[in-house]
């Protein structure tokens, strides 16, 4: 490749995108080469892209700021609200604000960030299938979670990962109509899609189910009449198949006697305790402890009541939930806007994809994960509400 600014992108990208899951010290290469060359580029060409193009990158900015601010002068413990702070910001809000520079700016194309991520979750979904087969996964020769698939990200919290990802495939898919135009290219992208469907369902991962749901359940509205019943379809099949997989982990009593429920309830508390500002980022361990609310159900040690608006309010109140809303909602506002004008099925695709990330995080993990924060910018990025004018 010629060294220019562009596919020096395109590697940082690559490093950071592909091994997301894969191994901590590449992507994190990934992301400092992405950053050096974005300063440089910046310097070089005097273009200060357009950071704050979008109303809600400004909202994410004064989220930041008060995250650093309660961290700072509000948090229990300082040190670790702003040491788990500080790699939020470099290694995932720092890459959504250089991804939506230079998307906007024409830098790179979001085909390519796109493909990245369906490479990743792909290879995902091939490891979890090697892992199923052989008992221990390609890449790292990790063991399944008991007889729950993990693939190389060695927990079976990668269903977070593959449902948060496979919305790639058709955005893919809409934005480059022209290419799938024969059977054999759709039969390409199909078996792609195959494996991480595979790995999700292995998981067992039922947050990342509810959120894949979420998403084929919002994009079929797009046109009831032809993509109701495929998406239906698919649903019923995969029911049919795995119809034992499913309703087990699906069981009403199992779910009635989650761990989650009480750490909700605990969480809930701490937010009584202190409601406007909380008790600090990434304190909700801390917390408990000190209040002596010991879990019955799970260890004193858990960072995170496994939802991350409960999170919110008990790590930094009402105040920290409404600006994280406040950059969500307006992201949902401006792509719906835009929509109205459009009808683009892209931009309706970007609508699901964001909604499916929210229906996961209420009974998903910690919200500083940074493999999980990471994908997620990754889509916030994707999802800025260009003039996608696909149609279908």
């Known amino acids: 490749m010629q060294l220019n600014s562009n596919n020096l992108y395109k590697l940082s990208l690559f490093l950071y995108i592909v091994f997301l899951p894969i191994s901590i010290s590449i992507r994190q290469a990934g992301i400092i080469l992405l950053t050096l060359v974005f300063v440089y580029d910046c310097f070089k060409n005097k273009a200060y892209y357009v950071l704050f193009k979008w109303t809600e990158n400004k909202f994410l900015l004064i989220f930041l700021c008060y995250l650093l601010f309660n961290s700072l002068f509000v948090s229990m413990d300082s040190r670790t609200s702003l040491d788990v702070l500080f790699n939020a910001i470099w290694q995932c809000f720092l890459v959504y604000y250089i991804l939506s520079s230079i998307t906007i700016s024409k830098k790179v194309d979001k085909n390519y960030i796109l493909l990245l991520l369906m490479i990743s979750v792909t290879i995902q979904g091939i490891d979890g299938i090697y892992q199923f087969v052989t008992g221990y996964d390609f890449i790292k020769h990790l063991k399944p979670f008991g007889d729950r698939l993990t693939a190389s990200l060695d927990t079976p919290r990668v269903g977070n990962f593959v449902s948060l ?45 509810v959120g894949f749901f979420v998403f084929l359940s919002i994009f079929s509205f797009y046109n009831v009449r032809k993509l109701f019943l495929p998406v239906f379809s698919i649903l019923v099949l995969i029911l049919f198949f795995f119809k034992k997989i499913i309703l087990n982990r699906l069981n009403f009593n199992i779910i009635l006697n989650d761990p989650r429920f009480e750490l909700w309830t605990i969480a809930l508390k701490l937010f009584k305790l202190k409601p406007i500002f909380g008790h600090g980022v990434a304190t909700f361990c801390n917390a408990f402890n000190y209040y002596h609310l010991y879990p019955t159900k799970t260890s004193r040690h858990i960072q995170h009541p496994h939802n991350i608006y409960v999170q919110f309010l008990s790590e930094t109140g009402i105040i920290g939930l409404l600006l994280f809303f406040t950059f969500i909602f307006g992201r949902l506002f401006n792509l719906l806007k835009t929509f109205l004008k459009t009808k683009s099925i892209l931009l309706w695709i970007y609508v699901a994809w964001i909604c499916s990330y929210l229906a996961t995080a209420f009974s998903a993990h910690n919200f500083f994960r940074t493999w999980w924060l990471g994908t997620f910018m990754i889509v916030f990025a994707i999802t800025s509400p260009e003039d996608e004018t696909s149609s279908f």
């Open 165 to 209: 990802s496979l919305p790639a495939f058709f955005a893919y898919y809409f934005r480059n109509n022209d290419t799938f135009e024969s059977w054999k290219a759709k039969l390409l992208l199909f078996v792609a899609f195959l494996p991480p469907l595979f790995l999700l369902i292995f998981s067992k991962t039922r947050s990342g189910w």
